[in-house]
């Protein structure tokens, strides 16, 4: 089983380019895992216990859909803060072969540079990490 890690942050539009990119790959039906995981702010992680559940998250809930659709294997993942270092701590925690990283659009200037999470996780990841774009419904 080939395992991608799946953070998504708050934009449903990002989560869907995850999702599709992961549905996508060659064998997704019968060969991939993906782990979908949101970073829990400092209010949801000191919320209780009952509502501090990742699947309440509304993008984790359409990656998780969008791929069980399209027959998936799909685990969820609570990450920790600070993000990057969570998406690192979780990519270790389940051998992780790839990690499927969401973007955003950006002015010329700003692509030269990525944001700071997906910029850590690409030059610290001992995985490849793929940063893929937007889709809209």
Sequence with gaps: MYTILVPVDADEDRARGQAAFVSELPAADTDIEAVITHALTGEEVDAPEEIRNVERIATVRVVRDYLEERDVD?????????????????????????????????????????????????????????VVGAREE
């Design 74 to 130: 799909v685990r969820l993942a609570e990450g920790q803060q600070p993000p990057a270092d969570g998406i690192l701590s979780l990519a270790e925690e389940f051998d992780a072969d790839h990690i499927a990283m969401g973007s955003r659009k950006r002015s010329p200037t700003g692509k030269a540079v990525f944001g700071s999470v997906s910029q850590q996780v690409l030059l610290e990841a001992d995985v490849p990490v793929t």
